[in-house]
């Protein structure tokens, strides 16, 4: 089974950064798309950013410009650099791995962290 587990984030001041880390266990073939989704309180999960393994990435317009998505040294972690963040990008952020190669939106994701809070004040 796979399992994401994500650390970071924290409170912030807008304007200032966070960083999200996530490593993810299991089988390394069941893990390729590695993305992370902004979970907001009845509102359900959107998409952030993705990365392929090739290392190809997609982002959310909102973000494009303040955030990167990078493979950290192993191949099975990610993490999110947010920078000019901004009090809309509050959420819990979650990390989820797909079995698919190609990132985009839509792409189903099949395993899901428990998420990681990020809050940005002012």
């Known amino acids: 089974q796979v399992q994401p587990v994500e650390s970071g984030g924290g409170s912030v001041q807008a304007g200032g950064s966070l960083r999200l880390d996530c490593s993810a266990s299991g089988p390394a073939s069941r893990i390729n798309c590695l993305g992370w989704f902004r979970e907001i309180p009845g509102q359900g999960r959107a998409p952030v950013a993705m990365?392929?393994?090739?290392?190809?990435?997609w982002y959310a317009d909102s973000v494009k410009g303040r955030f990167t998505i990078a493979r950290g040294n192993g191949r099975n972690t990610v993490y999110l650099q947010m920078s000019a963040l901004k009090s809309e990008d509050s959420g819990l952020y979650h990390c989820a791995a797909s079995e698919r190669t190609t990132c985009r939106l839509g792409t189903p994701f099949h395993y899901w962290g428990h998420g990681a809070q990020v809050t940005v004040s002012g």
């Open positions: 990365i392929q393994p090739d290392g190809g990435s």
